[in-house]
């Protein structure tokens, strides 16, 4: 019967333990993403709202950029469009496009679109494109699920959408997520 009790009592200390651990490894996430946000996001490759309004016309944008500014080699679209074939990218109003590994540089392309992006069956507001370089492969996991968590959130998501230039994608991801400096 005390084993009972003692049960009943560490139940709720575990829980509030178990809480504070996942505060903290989103607080984490969340320090890593503001640290490396301008080592991985760029105005060069950012659009808002951009003419093109179907997927694979976006990807070759955002590749064809990357392949410019030598982020990416000659066969990184390729081998998007492959990715893309063999499973949708999209979620409720983002598709996260990611090619581990094969980037000469860790970047992140952003097409944002007010009037949406034809994805699939879906239409979807925000599309990041990966391209990780494999020495960034360990950091860029906390980060992506940073960005994850963040743009999972409806308000950031409402918000986002009204982001007509790099400046205010920064800013709002600055002010949209928290982290305590120890």
């Known amino acids: 019967r005390s084993v ?10 575990f829980h509030i333990f178990n809480n504070v651990l996942k505060t903290l490894k989103i607080n984490q996430k969340n ?3 503001k640290k490396n946000f301008n080592d991985f996001f760029s105005e060069e490759l950012f659009l808002a ?6 997927k694979n016309a976006v990807l070759h944008r955002l590749c064809e950029r ?3 500014l ?8 390729e081998n998007v469009l492959v990715r893309e074939k063999a499973a949708s990218t999209a979620f409720v109003n983002i598709a996260y496009t990611s090619m581990e590994m094969e980037a000469l540089k860790t970047c992140i392309g952003v097409v944002i679109s ?3 992006i034809r994805w699939d069956q879906q239409c979807i507001h925000l599309v990041l494109l990966v391209a990780i370089n494999k020495v960034d ?3 860029f996991h906390d980060l992506y699920e940073a960005l994850v968590i963040l743009f999972s959130n409806d308000k950031v998501m409402e918000l986002v959408s009204k982001c007509t230039s790099f400046s205010d994608f920064e800013k709002l991801i600055y ?6 400096e120890e």
Do not use: A, W
């Open 4 to 13: 009972q009790y003692h049960h009943l009592i560490l139940n709720p200390v």
């Open 114 to 116: 007010k009037k949406g």
């Open 70 to 77: 030598e982020y990416v080699t000659s066969d990184f679209e």
């Open 66 to 68: 990357m392949v410019e």
């Open 175 to 180: 002010s949209s997520i928290s982290y305590h």
């Open 31 to 33: 320090f890593i993403l």
């Open 49 to 54: 709202n951009p003419l093109e309004n179907e």
């Open 137 to 139: 492969k360990r950091i």
